[in-house]
């Protein structure tokens, strides 16, 4: 039976990051995408230039069109943007026994928020109790928690932080940390599972879009039934694939390559993270 996966997210219309990043990692991973938009961008390598969010009902009603009608095996959240959209997201998921992770975009790369000020608490209270897995970046777990982020304590205070909010587990990304010379993310459970991983930094500026991408991928592999400790490794070797063949297309920062993965598996040059017990 093919897997199903759902991102509710806003479309990047450059192809790098949003929407159409979930989509075609989905369906470079073999799960079947499906999508409920929460805003349009106009954006390109180099920006965001103008967002148009999308009334909440149209948003309620894409997430019930395809509830209604696919079992959907894991859903993934990207930018939501407003109080109210957060809102209608959390009561659509909140009785849904499925994976669900939460991206809690905040910035985009050149600068631009993709999530009001006013919304944040919404996260915290509605979102986040029912998220199987948060991925906050750096400066996002900053957000999140109130805490400044230095060294791998400070990462391990904010992660008990965030799943004392009620989350299931937490991945806190290093593509931000400046005081280690990988790229080396933090797996926490509130089960008691802890690790970092590990993959060599790629010298690039070709970024655009690695946290959509990843988590994108994370949810594929929860689709497929992963359980989340190795659902997290599979991810991080798919976006270092991605980021390691990225595309220098567009004068900015140019996006991961979505299908590098399979590539790699078939040279088998694939297995980079490195598990590391924290
Ligand atoms: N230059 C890089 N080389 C290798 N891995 C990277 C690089 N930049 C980011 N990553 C990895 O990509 C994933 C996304 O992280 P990050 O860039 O922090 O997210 P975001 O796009 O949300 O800011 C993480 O697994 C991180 O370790
Ligand atoms: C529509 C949309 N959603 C999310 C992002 C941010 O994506 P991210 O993966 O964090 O990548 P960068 O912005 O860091 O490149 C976006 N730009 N657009």
Known sequence: MVQIAMTIAGSDNS???GIQADIKTFQELGVFGTSALTAVTAQNTQGVHAIQSIDPEIIAAQIEAIFTDFPVHAVKTGMLFSSEIIQVVAEQLKNKEIPLVIDPVMIAKGGASLLREEAIEALKKELLPIATVVTPNIPEAEVLTGLQIQNNADIEK?????LALGAKSVVIKGGHRVDVPDAEDLFMSAAG???????????????????????????????????????????KNFIHAAIENGLDIGSGHGPTNHWAYKQRMTVEKHKKGVVIDG
Request: aromatic letters at 10%.
């Open 193 to 235: 599972e802890k690790f970092y991983v590990r993959t060599p930094w790629i010298d690039t500026k070709d970024t655009h879009g690695t946290g959509c991408t990843y988590a994108a991928a994370l949810t594929a592999f929860l689709a497929e039934g992963k359980k989340q400790a190795d659902a997290v490794i599979s991810a």
């Open 158 to 162: 904010a992660a008990k932080h965030i």
């Open 15 to 17: 192809g790098g990051a």
